[in-house]
T-cell receptor, first 112, second 112 residues
Framework: AQSVTQLDSQVPVFEEAPVELRCNYS??????LFWYVQYPNQGLQLLLK??????LVESINGFEAEFNKSQTSFHLRKPSVHISDTAEYFC??????????FGPGTRLSVLP | DGGITQSPKYLFRKEGQNVTLSCEQN?????MYWYRQDPGQGLRLIYY???????QKGDIAEGYSVSREKKESFPLTVTSAQKNPTAFYLC???????????FGPGTRLTVL
């Protein structure tokens, strides 16, 4: 069975500062990895995903995540955050696109 | 305008009453999912369906029921047997050939 750990439940950071949201997973087989973002009272939106190939994946709004097989991690980073990045971020794993296992989420608060 | 719609956005129910949450998609997706979201616990899978007239229990199916009579629709009934139904409910869908789930905006259910 797969599991996902997000070590930080809340991350406050000042605007224009860098941020890293941590995600570690447990699986005995290869998995797909995802980051989703949720704005207040809304559904989840896909931010980026790793399926295979290059271990560094990027989103269109400046986020990136790096797959590290040896550390079973998929940390999300952004070099300079904006107020509009305030949201909850979920890491998820999936076996070949089948059912997903989500982490508990990290609430990112960007402060002015 | 393609997407996933959930209605209503907010729902109030008296204890002991059954209530049905609607989920409709016009993306021609094969699979549909229901998740429950509680603060600090991420998303937990209630039920999923990969084809019409077939569905499987997820991790927390007790006290819930679903039907899949049409490809576009996957309603969730929260029964009086669900002991703690107050939560945010999210519907998602996916093409079986794809690795990505797409989410609706959610329904917040409050039991009074």
């Amino acid at each position: 069975a797969q599991s996902v750990t997000q070590l930080d439940s809340q991350v406050p950071v000042f605007e224009e500062a860098p941020v890293e949201l941590r995600c570690n997973y447990s699986s005995s087989v290869s998995v797909y990895l995802f980051w989703y973002v949720q704005y207040p009272n809304q559904g989840l939106q896909l931010l980026l995903k790793y399926l295979s190939g290059s271990t560094l994946v990027e989103s269109i709004n400046g986020f990136e995540a790096e797959f590290n097989k040896s550390q079973t991690s998929f940390h999300l980073r952004k070099p300079s955050v904006h107020i509009s990045d305030t949201a909850e971020y979920f890491c998820a794993v999936s076996l070949n696109g089948q059912n997903f296992v989500f982490g508990p989420g990290t609430r990112l608060s960007v402060l002015p | 305008d393609g997407g996933i719609t959930q209605s209503p956005k907010y729902l109030f129910r008296k204890e002991g009453q059954n209530v049905t949450l609607s989920c409709e998609q016009n993306l021609n997706h094969d699979a549909m999912y229901w998740y429950r979201q509680d603060p600090g616990q991420g998303l937990r899978l209630i039920y999923y369906s990969q084809i019409v007239n077939d569905f499987q229990k997820g991790d927390i199916a007790e006290g819930y029921s679903v039907s899949r009579e049409k490809k576009e629709s996957f309603p969730l009934t929260v029964t009086s047997a669900q002991k703690n139904p107050t939560a945010f409910y999210l519907c998602a869908s996916r093409l079986l050939a794809s690795d990505t789930q797409y989410f609706g905006p959610g329904t917040r259910l409050t039991v009074l």
